[in-house]
């Protein structure tokens, strides 16, 4: 198993900036793609952004291009997402995950991902 632990969430006013931070451990071997997901309350579920453990290639959704960032640290074990101009529309529940795999076509699905942390709460005022 792998276990994936959030940290960073908070209120910050808009144009602000916020971190957050997933630390993973257990079977870590076996990690292909992380991802951060988010949902806001009465939302479903939707990808933010996605990064290959190995090669460091990233994707992102259009809502967040050019202002967030997913990085990580491979000797940390660690999972980062900057997020920078943040937006009251960004307020939710934000999520890392974890997938044994990459698809092209399903790594923006939460169905796809097998680990998930317990979320941290990003809460952006106008």
């Known amino acids: 198993q792998v276990q994936l632990v959030e940290s960073g969430g908070g209120l910050v006013q808009a144009g602000g900036s916020l971190r957050l931070s997933c630390a993973t451990s257990?079977?870590?071997?076996?990690?292909?793609?992380m991802a951060w997901f988010r949902q806001a309350p009465g939302k479903e579920r939707e990808f933010v952004t996605a990064?290959?453990?190995?090669?460091?290639?990233?994707f992102y959704a259009d809502a967040v291009k050019g202002r967030f960032t997913i990085s990580r640290d491979n000797a940390k074990n660690t999972v980062y997402l900057q997020m920078n101009s943040l937006k009251p529309e960004d307020t939710a529940d934000y999520y890392c995950?974890?997938?044994?795999?990459?698809?092209?076509?399903?790594?923006?699905?939460?169905?796809?991902?097998?680990?998930w942390g317990q979320g941290t709460q990003v809460t952006v005022s106008s």
């Open positions: 995950a974890s997938a044994s795999q990459f698809g092209s076509r399903t790594y923006r699905l939460p169905e796809t991902y097998d680990y």
């Open positions: 257990g079977r870590t071997f076996s990690i292909y793609t």
């Open positions: 990064i290959k453990w190995s090669s460091g290639s990233t």
